[in-house]
């Protein structure tokens, strides 16, 4: 079993920063690749980025590409999302998710665990 608890949301205006945080514990040593989700109200769920915890690969959504950053400390379990120039497109309820490998460049949805996520609103 793996826990996840994001935090760092929070209600900012256009072209302000917040960083998100991805607490993980439990069985963490599964932990292989942890991926950011965001999914805003009426909007399908959308994958925003990725880490692979091994090897410290990448990869980003073409509409944050250039603004957010994905970062970890491993021995603090936790990996972050450093989110800069925000726009209001970007509000949305922001998850991260865990799972022992990626598939596609996104956690394998075989074995993935969730967080509750944290809410990210963007004023304009």
């Known amino acids: 079993q793996v826990q996840l608890v994001e935090s760092g949301g929070g209600s900012v205006q256009t072209g302000r920063s917040l960083r998100l945080s991805c607490v993980a514990s439990?069985?963490?040593?599964?932990?292989?690749?942890i991926s950011w989700f965001r999914q805003g109200a009426g909007k399908e769920r959308e994958a925003v980025s990725t880490?692979?915890?091994?090897?410290?690969?990448?990869k980003y959504a073409d509409s944050v590409k250039g603004r957010f950053t994905i970062s970890q400390d491993r021995a603090k379990k936790i990996v972050y999302l450093q989110m800069n120039n925000l726009k209001p497109e970007d509000t949305a309820m922001y998850y991260c998710?865990?799972?022992?490998?990626?598939?596609?460049?996104?956690?394998?949805?075989?074995?993935?665990?969730w967080g509750q996520g944290t809410q990210v609103t963007v004023s304009s």
């Open positions: 880490i692979n915890t091994i090897i410290g690969s990448t």
């Open positions: 998710a865990a799972a022992r490998n990626c598939v596609g460049g996104y956690v394998n949805p075989i074995g993935r665990y």
């Open positions: 439990g069985d963490t040593d599964s932990n292989g690749c």
